[in-house]
């Protein structure tokens, strides 16, 4: 049922985002959900030392997105459409943060991706987002 | 950890919501989870004879709203301020809906849900919303 | 630029959705905005007097399809996959709703449109919602 | 109607996130609406030379925020708690990116800001978003 694992995954991400390796480590990849870190560094950070909104849209987009290739394998190419995030507590401080993403629908053209960030230790979750991403047709 | 049980949030439902008396069961209720039945009627559905998307919402809308006062009790009164919902299968026809509302975060001020509503017996997710609301400090 | 007016999307209501008739009456459409009013009725009401969520939801989801409509005419079925909607204030008691609709993207596949729906008479917006929808392909 | 200038802005920029300093460029400030400048470089891009969907949702989020602060003064501090966002065309290439934030909703607890995104130059939106900010209660 996958068409990538976490090797291919990480060779994924290191051929065709360059700028971010070393932000991101692929964790458990299952048919149903795949876990992404985010390996917290200064640039990720706010002043008082928590990570940014960005870091963890990013974060949050990233593993949908590797969620969904793990499925189709790397061929298409998938856009994302649509991100509705809730950010619902502050990540702590010096923690890695964790991506659970979850492949709800995969469709022919859409597929829709939930996705819930933990701080590494914790057990409440920092935000949650829903993302859609256009996969275009086959050539 | 439960403020209000299946019997009681029924009889809140009939109290304070008599318009919507019949097109809602309350099912199983933990502290993880709220499991609330759309009683399908013909005033729910479309041309084509799938529920609308109005009604959809609604049934999310009142399981999350359940969801909260199972744990703070039927004293606060909760507005709902945002709603992101995915539209991401047509539910079965002649099929009630059963939505599972999960509380995400239950602050002082903002609560966030999380729902899935699937068509009786089926496994595949019809929609997934998340929706927020305003908790009024209380008196 | 329209490929339907008003009068052809009021005769596009009456003739597919003909549960809501009498709902909706559609006002002002240029290439640019569609204006939809929700005249309101006992049944879109929730205790206290004010519209129902799911009552705007509709509104909103049924301007929104009329204004993609206005644009690429009567042939194609869109499908509704996703909405986020903030609740913002409390519809004026007694008062329509009015529902002002923009295209802001119409690809081949997907359109999106954003929404405000105002009491009537009033200035200050009582929701803000943006929907998706899905273009099914020429045949 | 105004509690904070373009000058003001500028100047919290600098004092408050010293780690984008260089990235943004406050434009137009009035009661209504708050232009904010994306100066795009090397590290706001994707392979392929496009803008990255982290560096427009920081963009959106910056410029929301900044438009409220325009409104309530530096005292509060406001706190993200929901963004849904459509990416819905392509940045153009070697331009930079115009953020235009609207307040429609500044309550004593809870704000809501429309934002479009342009290339400069651009009439059609790259990006749509809208952000929830939870503001404290005055000490």
Redesign the interface.
Known sequence: MLEMDKAALEQFLID????VVGDYAVGAVTPDALTLRLVVAE?H???GGTV????M??LA?VAAYLAILARIGPVALA???????????KPAAGKDLLCVARV??L?R??A?V?T?IYSEGGK??VT?S?L?Y?IPPKG
Chains 1, 2, 3, 4 share one sequence.
């Not at 065709?16 to 700028?19: A, G, L, S």
């Open positions: 065709q985002f360059p700028q640039r950070l706010r002043p940014s909104g960005p870091a849209f990013g987009d856009v994302t459409t649509n991100c509705s995030i809730d950010f619902m507590r709800l629908k469709g053209t859409l829709v939930d819930l409440d979750p949650r829903s859609t256009s």
